[in-house]
Structures are given as structure tokens and as C-alpha cells.
């Protein structure tokens, strides 16, 4: 029987890596899957962003699997930059 009183970590190879083309795709594929199960994907994504527990986003089509590939510091570096260049600020270099 598992010792559930341990922290579990996922050990991802460059193999598994190479199948998310981009953070972006992560994020368009993890909000499609959570408003197809009814959720409200802002809420369900900053709750895992903010917490890194992973039942904030639903298994439904890998979605689970799929976020939790990316560093959860990259989907909000993502995010910002969207943000930034939808609202027409210069980044800084």
C-alpha cells in the first residue's frame, strides 16, 4: 500500500515535454475543458496558479495532466504577456 502521508512528485522526461507544443496551448485547452464541464475557467485556473492543487482543474480530457506539465510560473508569465499586448503597453526589454 502507498504511504500517502508523503508528498508525490511526477517526474516528466523531455519525451513528455516535447508533447505541449506551448504554454498558450496548455491554456486554451484547459479553459475549453473546464467550460465544457460547466466551470468557470478564471476562477478553477487562478485557484491552481495560486495553490498548485491540482483538482482545481478538471481531468476531462487530459486537462489535469496537461497544466500541470507546465511550470505554474510560466502560465502566468503567458497570461501577463498576453495581457500586456492586448492592452497595447510596450514591454520593457
Do not use: C
Amino acid at each position: 500500500m502507498a504511504d500517502l502521508s508523503r508528498t508525490q512528485y511526477i517526474q516528466l522526461t523531455q519525451e513528455n515535454l516535447k508533447e505541449i507544443s506551448s504554454v498558450k496551448d496548455v491554456l486554451a485547452s484547459v479553459y475549453a475543458a473546464l467550460t465544457e464541464k460547466g466551470y468557470n475557467p478564471v476562477n478553477q485556473i487562478v485557484g491552481y496558479i495560486m495553490s498548485g492543487d491540482p483538482t482545481y482543474i478538471t481531468s476531462h480530457k487530459g486537462a489535469r495532466a496537461m497544466i500541470m506539465k507546465a511550470e505554474r510560473d510560466e502560465l502566468v508569465e503567458e497570461m501577463l504577456k498576453f495581457y500586456i499586448k492586448n492592452e497595447g503597453w510596450r514591454e520593457q526589454d
